[in-house]
């Protein structure tokens, strides 16, 4: 199992440049999650998925879009990226029952480091 | 609405050092808790978490407690290890569908 992977790893963009970051597990999760990370700010949520064809905002939704046409995928789109943009950005999944006494542990890809000049 | 406030880091501390990590939370109903760890360059990975109150969630030699009387979930280990350099992300998840709320991460670095 490869777990949670993240393409790509590293991005430089341009400001008004568009781009698409992909996400993939192979776990069968049915929720799924974009995060980024900002200095001092821990991680914040940008998008979520409960499931195929379904999509929702998070708490900074705004400058990105998502799509989850396939159960294992979850892309994110930045259409016109800004230097505000410029973070680390995370990816993760969960199912979505409980198993006895586990509570949706979430599992992490490995980050991509977006700078946008 | 939900939240959760770590102390601010980094910390540094000599190897064989105990460890706090401070970890409060506000939070309706009766969420789920965890610690997450980031190892530099890579993911998080969960460390531990606890269910309910006075629950101990444990890995690794770290430890937490579920405290519903203080809404805590400090993180402690008895002697450090280099490698336990990381920053370390305190988490709260209702529950409600899978969504959780982070704390800032607090950067652990510890010297030989």
């Known amino acids: 199992n490869a777990g949670v992977t993240q393409t790509p790893k590293f991005r430089v963009l341009k400001t008004g440049q568009s781009m698409t970051l992909l996400c993939a597990q192979d776990m069968n999760h049915e929720y799924m999650y974009w995060y980024r990370q900002d200095p001092g700010m821990g991680l914040r949520l940008i998008h979520y998925s409960v499931g195929e064809g379904t999509t929702a905002k998070g708490e900074v939704p705004d400058g990105y879009n998502v799509s989850r046409l396939k159960k294992q995928n979850f892309l994110l789109g930045l259409e016109s990226a800004a230097p505000s943009q410029t973070s680390v950005y995370f990816c993760?999944?969960?199912?979505?029952?409980?198993?006895?006494?586990?509570?949706?542990?979430?599992?992490f890809g490995p980050g991509t480091r977006l700078t946008v000049t | 609405g939900n939240s959760v406030t770590q102390m601010e880091g980094p910390v540094t501390l000599s190897e064989e050092a105990f460890l706090t990590i401070n970890c409060t939370y506000t939070a309706t109903g009766y969420p789920s808790l965890f610690w997450y760890v980031q190892y530099p360059g890579e993911g998080l990975q969960l460390l531990l978490k606890?269910?309910?109150?006075?629950d101990k969630g444990s890995n690794k030699g770290f430890e937490a407690t579920y405290r519903k009387e203080t809404t805590s979930f400090h993180l402690e280990k008895g002697s450090v290890q280099v490698s336990d350099s990381a920053v370390y992300f305190c988490a709260l998840k209702n529950n409600q569908g899978g969504k959780l709320i982070f704390g800032q991460g607090t950067e652990l670095s510890v010297k030989p």
């Open positions: 606890a269910t309910k109150a006075d």
């Open positions: 993760a999944s969960s199912s979505s029952y409980t198993r006895a006494g586990d509570p949706y542990e979430q599992y």
